[in-house]
């Protein structure tokens, strides 16, 4: 036995043991530091949707439009207390941003950053980039056009008058978009009940000459509405 402990084979086999075994160690010490194997083994994921995203951008000067404003985020974690804290909206310390702060006019793909989010927590987000268009900002004022479907004209009933309040609105958007809008519309809800006159809010929207809206803000998003009937005979 002392001959084979002395034998110079068998101080090769003690050093290549020793070397898998430091291999081994170290490895599995980098595979901590970098999440890829969890300490205890659990790991607790939650999935939470419509996430509001925060644009970042100079609101003075330019108008944004095209994107989605929420995205959906993936948590994992070891600690279940924090995966539970972050769904709820009460609690929640993360947030999603796009930074547009040193970006111009076109379109242009941003990445969404989760931010606020615990160093123990790993998050991904779908989508993880957002698609804006940027235009300088314009601003001009539009007659209110009431609109109201005929179909909901009660038998034996006839429009008297359609009217609303404000008449005229201020609308924002940019150069380009503002360019297309032909006209600014409250549009009468279906579920209306018109046998007597009735006042109702309505929401703006604009739009273009095919009827489709334009993306904008108003200096209101809405305006009260009056519908006056008379009965036929």
């Known amino acids: 036995m002392s001959r084979l402990i002395n034998s110079k084979p068998f101080y090769v086999l003690v050093s290549i043991l020793f070397a898998v075994f430091l291999f081994l160690n170290v490895n599995s010490s980098a595979a901590l530091n970098d999440g890829s194997v969890q300490p205890g083994g ?40 924090e995966i539970l804290q972050e769904k709820s ?42 698609a804006i268009t940027v235009e300088r900002k314009k601003s001009k004022v539009f007659d209110v056009s009431p609109i109201v479907d005929k ?21 924002i958007a940019g150069t380009d978009s503002i360019n297309n809008v032909k006209l600014v519309q409250a549009v009468l809800p279906s579920d209306t009940d018109l046998t007597k006159e009735t006042t109702i809010t309505v929401n703006l929207q604009a739009v273009d000459r095919s009827g489709k809206i334009v993306p904008a803000i108003f200096s209101q998003t809405s305006v009260r509405m009056t519908v006056k009937l008379s009965k036929n005979g």
Not at 53 to 76: E, H, P, R
Request: charged share 15%.
């Open 89 to 130: 909206t009460d609690l929640r310390t993360f947030k999603l941003v796009a930074d547009l702060s040193d970006i111009g006019t076109g379109t242009h793909t941003i990445p969404i950053v989760v931010k606020n989010l615990s160093s123990d927590m790993n998050a991904k987000t779908s989508p993880n980039s957002l």
């Open 42 to 81: 659990q790991v607790y994921t939650a999935t939470l949707e419509n996430i509001p995203i925060s644009v970042q951008y100079n609101f003075d000067k330019y108008f944004i439009s095209g994107y989605n404003s929420t995205a959906t985020v993936t948590l994992s974690s070891n600690n279940q207390v």
């Open 151 to 171: 179909s909901l004209i009660p038998e034996n009933y006839t429009l008297t008058s359609i009217t609303t309040s404000p008449s005229r609105v201020v609308v």
